[in-house]
């Protein structure tokens, strides 16, 4: 297996900083690397790298040290529930009334990013505010993406939007009519959740994979089963990852594919080493499966841990 003129293609695992909330970012970081991640989705909240606390810059700058030596990518989610309103989750979105807190957020959370090196901003549309038209909400929806798009494109740092179940965009066919409504940015692509395709998208995972292939800024991945939004460990949902993983190689990506778990922070480092181990072998059977697919399995590390989760399609990692 093979992207772009040939060359194989190594797959790069990473970790939701949103699984680590109990821990210290520094220390997350550094469990992370020890485990053997090479990146980290860093949801920006109160307790990792503030986006409103005093003495930023400063603050900014230690994380990228910190990275640096730890030689961690990164991307940067902005999913974060209640930092910019105590009372509400996730709001205001760009959907309410005054957006202009969200946007704040989303062009701090860019200029983090640019200085952060990280390869991607990630953002999504929120749930529309029952008092909000639809065709109210859409249009304001455009007009946030394009201002959030116009900060990105000058940072030289992507977007990667989200399709979120339940939100206004959903599924890649929302992604698409927004990407259109834009003008298809450049800077505009798609953060893709593996478990999101599994849970309401007509294809199956890899074809969802291929189908924005040319987009693709940004991976999360989880299991999950039809029809329910629940991130779950591997082995416990419906995918068959090593399919989706030689789809993301034949695809070129060479971004992050960070596992995203927000809800398992209470045992945070075991779930997280379960996981790679998981990965490492979904990665090896997804080699072992096309003779011409060495990379995908290259800088996952696979090294004596193929078996631990059952070669990857059903057991538990």
């Not at 549309?125 to 065709?135: D, F, I, K, N």
């Not at 924005?212 to 329910?228: T, Y």
Request: aromatic content about 6%; glycine content about 12%.
């Amino acid at each position: 297996m093979t992207g772009p003129a040939g060359s194989p293609v190594q797959l790069r695992f990473g970790y939701g900083t949103n699984g680590f909330a109990n821990h210290r970012l520094t220390d997350a970081l550094a469990v992370l690397a020890d485990l053997g991640y090479q990146g980290v989705a860093l949801t920006l909240d109160h307790d990792h790298l503030d986006p409103f606390t005093p003495g930023l810059a400063a603050r900014v700058a230690g994380v990228a040290r910190r990275l640096a030596a730890l030689g961690l990518g990164v991307v940067i989610e902005t999913g974060a529930r209640y930092l910019l309103d105590p009372w509400h989750k996730h709001a205001p979105t760009l959907l309410h009334d005054d957006p202009s807190r969200r946007v704040d957020f989303l062009r701090r959370a860019v200029a983090i990013g640019a200085d952060l090196g990280a390869e991607a901003v990630s953002c999504w549309a929120g749930v529309r505010p029952p008092a909000v038209e639809p065709t109210v909400a859409w249009d304001r929806l455009v007009a946030g993406c394009a201002e959030v798009v116009a900060a990105a494109d000058v940072a030289g740092v992507p977007l990667g939007f989200e399709p979120e179940p339940g939100m206004l965009v959903e599924d890649i066919a929302g992604w698409r009519r927004l990407h259109a409504a834009l003008g298809a940015p450049a800077a505009f692509g798609i953060t893709l959740d593996i478990g999101h395709c599994r849970c309401l998208e007509p294809q199956p995972v890899p074809a969802c994979v291929a189908s924005v292939a040319g987009h693709l800024v940004n991976v999360q991945i989880d299991d999950m089963r039809r029809g329910v939004h629940e991130h779950l460990e591997f082995g416990a949902g419906e995918i068959d990852f090593p399919p989706v993983l030689r789809a993301l190689a034949d695809a070129g990506y060479r971004g992050l594919v960070a596992v995203e778990l927000p809800r398992h922070s209470h045992a945070a480092p075991t779930v997280a080493a379960r996981s790679l181990s998981f990965l490492r072998a979904a990665a090896a059977a997804a080699a072992d499966a096309d003779p011409g697919a060495a990379g995908v399995a290259g800088a996952a590390g696979v090294g004596g841990v193929a078996g631990a989760a059952g070669a990857g399609t059903g057991a538990r990692g």
